[in-house]
């Protein structure tokens, strides 16, 4: 990323002095959405929902540690360090919203966030005060409930077109597999939302499988919307479900569809990224004539845009979040074929200020009545606060973990680093529902494995190194893959191979040739058949009733000292 702290903290007071709403200057929760219209052109941005149509508790994460480039820098900045940069008031309620700190009293003072029926409330009422808007959707939206997976993401298909979607890209979508990516196009979107992705092509000709870009006209102003779906789908899931297709960043392509975009006209281009916000910012200073990347995949809320140099100008970088917790609002003055300026916003959606769009929430329930009873099956209380989002792990994770370690009698535990998830908090039930928003996948099949010591230690390199490599465009996977059962050392900014150290299995070091019994789910290779994942964990709650606070199983860190990534 070609930006210094100096610059950012120049870019932090250029936004404060032209009115950008950093905490410090928001007004009373009755105003939190009132705000003036500015420029002639705006883009109403969400990503990440996985799937939530009701509001939830999500907790922002603790640990989000950047390295070499991105250390100490947005996204990477997380609790005090991040209210201070973003002069966020502590306890207020985008502190709330923005960070993980005293999440559970802050989250009974403020409530849930989120919902479709009071996003849609938004929405509607930023579109009726502004001349002209997209609303653009970054993926991520089939997936992440029960309802979702049953009916394959008809339950939100169907809101995003009482939402009024105007454009989407994906990611998690492509699940589902690709004949049922292309039956959504072909039926349900036809006329209505456009699935962009420049960046995806069949594998035997090179052709294009999506529409790459579209030009629109707002008020007159042309723009060009293009698409960027998850570059690393076929790695992170199973190759089965997109056999055909070969997925990638594909910088060149990009630059060449901008061109494109901008030889027939467009005075604004904006890709609406699925990459995540570390690849977009390296993109960001490769690729010229991308006036701003709309991005989403890694779940960052960060309040105000980054802006890249690059040859021909710069590039607005944001991250609007996850779950439906935020709505961006990009302002935009055009003139003279091109952007002169621009106000941004990361709204917070709060359910207890935004009324319920009734036409959404009668959706909400109709899609969800068939349902209902088997997603009310309350199989445990929690005593504790239940949250996935961190680096490293998650009490739920933690929760997963133990399940497994007990159910399949093994040793040592693996769950994936998922970052999405929703939270629980103490004396809340732990329904079935909340089970499925932590699990629902196409491929929960749980399995046992015997593996060696040094195969283990080179897994979990494996994976760190998705999560830390120095080089943006390497980090292919999400968070780091949780453990249980056995504890290590991390250090984040090591060599591959460097990373994971002091492994022991009850405090015995584990041996490079001993073999130990591993239990695990969510298989990328084919092949593996076992018991859900949920239905592992649902038996292991009913026979447990109550969860309580215990110890989370985190790596022992070294050589974060000072990394504003980790609380």
């Known amino acids: ?33 009132d705000f003036p219209r500015f420029g002639n052109v705006s883009l109403l941005h969400f990503t ?71 996003l849609s409330t938004l929405v509607k009422k930023l579109r009726a005060e502004r001349k002209a808007t997209l609303l653009l959707d970054g993926g991520d939206t089939w997936q992440g409930s029960a309802t979702s997976l049953w009916t394959r993401g008809q339950d939100m298909i169907e809101a995003q077109k009482l939402l009024g979607v105007d454009v989407m890209t994906g990611h998690w979508e492509f699940t589902y597999g690709a004949e049922r990516v292309k039956q959504v196009i072909e039926k ?4 209505r939302i456009e699935f962009l992705a420049q960046n995806v092509e069949t594998g035997d000709f ?3 499988v999506f529409k790459p870009y579209s030009l629109r006209s707002l008020g007159g102003v042309p723009v060009a919307i293009v698409g960027q779906a998850f570059p690393y789908t076929p790695i992170a899931h199973p ?45 960001a200073s490769r690729v010229s004539g991308v006036d701003v990347i709309l ?6 809320a960060v309040p105000v845009p980054i802006p890249v140099r690059n040859r021909r100008g710069k590039t607005l970088v944001t991250s609007a979040g996850s779950n439906g917790k935020f709505l961006a609002v990009l302002d935009l003055e055009v003139r003279g074929g091109k952007v002169s300026e621009y106000r941004y916003r990361l709204l917070p959606v709060f359910a207890n200020l935004l009324p319920p769009d009734p036409e959404m929430a009668k959706l909400i329930e109709e899609q969800r009545a068939p349902y209902a009873d088997k997603l009310s099956e309350e199989l445990a209380r929690t005593e504790a606060l239940l949250y996935r989002r961190g680096n490293f792990n998650g009490s739920f994770d933690q929760l997963i973990l133990d399940a497994l370690i007990e159910a399949k009698g093994a040793e040592i535990a693996f769950s994936p680093g998922f970052r999405w998830g929703t939270s629980l908090l103490p004396g809340e039930a732990i329904t079935l529902e909340q089970v499925m928003n932590q699990t629902a996948i196409t491929y929960p099949d749980t399995a046992v494995s015997e593996l060696s010591g040094a195969a283990i230690k080179s897994l979990m390199e494996d994976v760190c190194d998705n999560l830390f490599h120095p080089d943006p465009y390497y980090q292919q996977g999400g968070d780091m893959v949780r453990v249980g059962g056995m504890s290590y050392s991390c250090t984040p900014s090591a060599r591959i191979g460097a990373r994971i150290g002091d492994l022991r299995v009850r405090g015995r070091r584990i041996e490079a040739d001993k073999m130990y019994k591993v239990a695990s789910w969510a298989p990328v290779a084919d092949g593996v058949a076992g018991e859900p994942i949920w239905e592992v964990l649902s038996r292991y709650l009913r026979d447990k009733k109550v969860v309580k606070p215990g110890r989370l199983g985190l790596p022992r860190l070294i050589g974060t000292e000072g990394n504003l990534g980790a609380a």
């Not at 009701?54 to 997380?78: D, K, M, Q, W």
């Not at 910088?251 to 006209?265: C, F, P």
Request: aromatic residues 8%; hydrophobic residues 45%.
């Open 295 to 300: 991005g989403g995949h890694t779940h960052d």
């Open 48 to 118: 990440d929902c996985h799937a939530q149509l009701l509001p939830v508790y999500f907790r922002e994460p603790s640990t989000n540690i950047g390295v070499a480039g991105s250390a100490n820098r947005p996204p990477h900045v997380v609790g005090e360090a991040l209210l201070k940069m973003f002069r966020i008031r502590p306890g207020s309620r985008e502190a709330y919203a923005f960070s993980h700190l005293d999440f559970g009293a802050a989250a009974l003072r403020y409530g849930r966030l989120g919902g479709f029926a009071h």
């Open 188 to 191: 349900d979107f036809a006329d």
């Open 206 to 208: 090179g052709d294009p």
């Open 239 to 283: 190759r089965r479900f997109v056999a055909d297709w070969r997925f990638g960043i594909e910088e060149k392509r990009l630059q060449g569809v901008v061109d494109e975009a901008r030889g027939k006209g467009a005075a604004v281009v904006v890709l609406l990224s699925h990459n995540g916000m570390d690849v977009d910012l390296k993109l």
């Open 1 to 33: 990323m070609s930006l210094s702290r100096r610059e950012f903290l120049q870019v932090l007071a250029a936004a404060a002095a032209a009115g950008l709403p950093l905490a410090s200057r928001a007004a009373g929760d009755e105003k939190i959405y």
